[in-house]
């Protein structure tokens, strides 16, 4: 009987095994083995060292380093998340939950590409070569004009790379790409290891650039992409609600270029359509209601307002709900908290929902006196626009003593929304506090500055 090409190991230790088995005899973690083909002994490692050539390492100033250029695909906010473009050789993985336009992105960029003269190829493995087209139509003549290939055998897509050689390439999705040399299903944790180390080896070679496109689940747990992040060079992620319009694109990883970037598209009828100038369409849809802050967040190099909006209700569930959406949940039990603590109500008797409006997500602590804020007027049913109507705008982190501190970029914050006629921004007292901003040392004095903002300075006086 002819031994089996695949090994099973142990991911969380790298035990190996020759079958599968539920708990991993090395660590004695549950459900880590997974099966990956037997590494092939090259002919060095064979004389066990000796024998074996040295190689001659080499100062970095003199290693040669010619300049590449990039492949842009005329996309500008997904050019900017990748850094300028793609890297020719390079591997991207673009991951999403399913219908949030990871198709329609990737197949608006092989269309750009393809005009502009490169060889490109799309490869789908979940829609027939029909629907692929269906969508291309809708998104246009240059997506039309992309060369298709409908194939989940991972050999088949190999062999067509190595034939076809294009430029840049989208595989859609690494879930689906199937090799006839493991036995696991496909979307499996080996399967899927497979298949990127096998499109990365080729991809390398003949210098193309690969898409390769992952489905997540909500949790980002399940065999899939996630196993792959050390693999590639740079991995994005598109993520919104699928109900919304909007959806942002950022990257998680990048060899290329910043890892903080954000790209703003929305969803039309005719494909995704870049934000260039999201804060005006998050500021025009903010309210002056009460419960909303404007936030100016930094997103990666690019300010960008968003509205946090909050609704607290009394409870008699215990405990009361938090429901956070675009922000971290620990981060806002953590804003509750201090609220009660320094200066702020105590919302122990009532469920409290905090909404970040056009399914944007913001990860950065300068978020903290947003929530806090937004928390605060929406508790006692009082707007803190200003008496012109216009919302108020802040930023700020929010730390366990109730104190502000200072977070990055404090004066292009400021200016976003000073650009919005927001002024002034409660913010931080930093070292240099820019003009525009009204700076605040405390989460209590902060939050004393809103509510004396919204008399008006006519009350004020008084
Ligand atoms: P798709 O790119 O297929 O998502 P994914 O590959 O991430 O699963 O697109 C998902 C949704 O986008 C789908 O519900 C239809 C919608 N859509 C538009 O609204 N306009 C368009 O021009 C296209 C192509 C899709
Ligand atoms: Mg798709």
Not at 169 to 180: A, E, F, K, L
Request: charge should be neutral; proline fraction near 6%.
């Amino acid at each position: 009987m002819a031994r089996s090409s695949t090994t099973f190991f142990c991911q969380s230790c790298g035990h190996e095994a020759l079958s599968w088995s539920g708990r991993c005899g090395g660590c004695g973690e549950w459900n880590t083995l997974v099966e990956a083909p037997k590494a092939q002994a090259t002919p060095s490692a064979k004389g066990g060292g000796r024998g074996a050539v040295a190689g001659k390492p080499v100062a970095l100033r003199d290693v040669s380093a010619p300049p590449v250029d990039r492949l842009r695909t005329e996309i500008s906010e997904l050019d900017r998340v990748l850094g300028d473009g793609l890297v020719p050789g390079s591997l991207v993985l673009l991951g999403g939950s399913p219908g949030i336009g990871k198709s329609t992105l990737t197949g608006m960029a092989l269309g750009n590409l393809g005009a502009a003269g490169h060889r490109v190829l799309y490869v789908s493995g979940e829609e027939s070569a029909a629907q692929v087209r269906l969508r291309a139509a809708r998104l246009g003549e240059a997506a039309l004009a992309v060369p298709a290939l409908a194939e989940t055998s991972l050999e088949a897509v190999v062999a067509t790379l190595e034939a076809e050689r294009p430029a840049a390439c989208v595989i859609d999705s690494v879930q689906t790409m199937h090799s006839g040399r493991m036995t696991g299903a496909p979307g499996s944790v080996g399967q899927v290891r497979e298949a990127a180390g096998a499109v990365m080896e080729v991809a390398k070679r003949i210098d193309c650039a690969v898409i390769l496109v992952g489905h997540v689940t909500k949790d980002g747990a399940v065999a899939g992409p996630r196993v792959l992040e050390h693999l590639v060079d740079c991995v994005l992620f598109f993520e919104g609600e699928k109900e919304r319009s909007f959806r942002t694109l950022r990257a998680l990883k990048n060899r290329f270029g910043a890892t903080s970037e954000v790209g703003v598209f929305e969803m039309r009828s005719g494909g995704l359509v870049e934000v260039e100038d999201a804060s005006a369409r998050f500021v025009a849809e903010a309210s002056a209601a009460p419960g909303s802050v404007v936030l100016s967040s930094m997103e990666g190099t690019r300010p960008l307002l968003v509205e946090v909006q909050a609704l607290v209700a009394p409870t008699e569930i215990v405990p009361p709900r938090r429901v956070a959406n675009g922000i971290d949940r620990n981060r806002l039990a953590m804003v509750i908290a201090v609220l009660a603590r320094h200066g702020g109500p105590s919302l122990a008797g009532a469920d409290v929902f905090v909404n970040v409006a056009g399914g944007v997500r913001v990860e950065e602590p300068g978020a903290d006196l947003a929530v806090a804020l937004a928390l605060v007027s929406a508790q006692r049913g009082e707007p803190f626009a200003d008496p012109a109507g216009r919302p108020l705008a802040c930023f700020g982190e929010v730390g366990l003593t109730g104190e502000l501190r200072a977070v990055g970029h404090a004066d292009r914050r400021v200016a976003e929304a000073i650009k919005f006629g927001l002024r002034p921004v409660i913010a931080p007292a930093g070292a240099e506090a820019p003009a525009g901003a009204d700076p605040q040392t405390s989460l209590r004095a902060a939050i004393r500055a809103a509510l004396g903002r919204r008399r008006g300075p006519v009350e004020r006086a008084a």
